[in-house]
């Protein structure tokens, strides 16, 4: 197990808002990761308890969780590496509060998807695909992710109770699931057309998703009040979104020239990544009671 070498850094930003008459007002912490053997950490999901999980490279030099890599649990000041037996890579994606963790680690076979819950790791895979991969779990241990299929490309899958049922809007031509909450509404992304986009699935029926002044979009994370957080390209830059009541509001921290907003918690928390021009940091981001909404 490591241990966090640097105190979390407490700082207050302001959000821009890009559908809101005020901007909206987040405090900050940075979250930084041990400097022997981890590089480039990416915090990818939390839950309701502020356990958070993501991805670290084990490569010097490698951005952003390159292969290989190994996941992590930070909770209580610790993080845990993550890594299935057999396993030469992996990624941790999602936590629900029960602290069940999803992710994707690499076998001689190919990628697979796990679960990691009380100590130990299931494989999971799509029947049909030659690799899987798992990105969200709920609080009653619905996961969903994607599988790859030769030919046709990514299917996004629903797994409950070793069955799975797959997700593909119509007319796209491909798709991955990356989040669900309690209520079994789904989002991802994928491609409709030339055009990367986003969708929510809810009750058998698919919206897609893409923020004013986007050329890209990609949900990450849906809370049970039903706000979607992600990330898309503005320009040629990443920039955050949320979005709630109908309206979205882009996410970009002061000083930053770019960011990407990875999850999503009920109480409204944000976790992420910024990129001030140098280097890319993980964020906790709390909104303040007085919020936009």
Same mark, same amino acid.
């Given at each position: ?155 996004? %899958? @629903?797994? &409950?109770?070793?069955? $799975? =049922?797959?997700? /593909? !809007? +119509? #007319?796209?031509? *491909? ?23 986003? %969708? @929510?699935? &809810?009750?058998?029926? $698919? =919206?897609?998703? /893409? !923020? +004013? #002044?986007?050329? *890209? ?23 955050? %979104? ?5 309206? $979205? =509001?882009?996410?970009? !921290?002061? #000083?930053?020239? *770019? ?23 993980? %964020? ?10």
């Amino acid at each position: 197990m490591k241990r966090l070498c640097s105190a979390l850094v407490a700082t207050t930003l302001l959000l821009l808002a890009a559908n809101a008459a005020r901007s909206v007002e987040y405090t900050y912490t940075t979250v930084l990761l041990p400097a022997d053997g981890w590089y480039s950490p990416q915090f990818t999901g939390i839950n309701n308890s502020g356990e958070v999980v993501g991805t670290a490279s084990t490569h010097p030099g490698s951005q952003l969780a390159v292969w290989p890599t190994v996941g992590f649990i930070y909770r209580g000041g610790t993080c845990t590496p993550l890594m299935p037996p057999g396993c030469t890579s992996a990624q941790a994606a999602a936590v629900n509060d029960r602290g069940e963790v999803v992710g994707t680690a690499l076998r001689p076979s190919g990628y697979v998807g796990y679960i990691y819950s009380g100590g130990a790791y299931r494989i999971l895979g799509l029947p049909g695909c030659s690799w899987s991969q798992a990105s969200g779990i709920n609080s009653v241990g619905t996961v969903v992710g994607s599988g790859w299929k030769e030919g046709s490309g990514y299917v996004g %899958f @629903i797994y &409950h109770e070793g069955s $799975y =049922t797959t997700l /593909l !809007p +119509p #007319g796209w031509t *491909s798709a991955q699931a990356v989040a669900v909450n309690d209520c079994g509404d789904v989002v991802g992304f994928g491609f409709q057309g030339p055009e990367l986009m986003g %969708f @929510i699935y &809810h009750e058998g029926k $698919y =919206t897609t998703m /893409l !923020p +004013p #002044g986007y050329i *890209s979009a990609q949900p990450t994370s849906i809370n049970n009040r039903g706000e979607v957080a992600g990330m898309g390209m503005r320009g040629n830059d990443y920039a955050g %979104f949320v979005y709630s009541g109908g309206k $979205y =509001t882009t996410l970009m !921290p002061a #000083g930053c020239i *770019s960011a990407q907003v990875t999850a999503i918690s009920n109480n409204g928390e944000l976790l992420g990544a910024q990129d001030p021009g140098d280097t890319w940091t993980g %964020f906790i981001a709390t909104p303040s009671q007085g919020r936009t909404r």
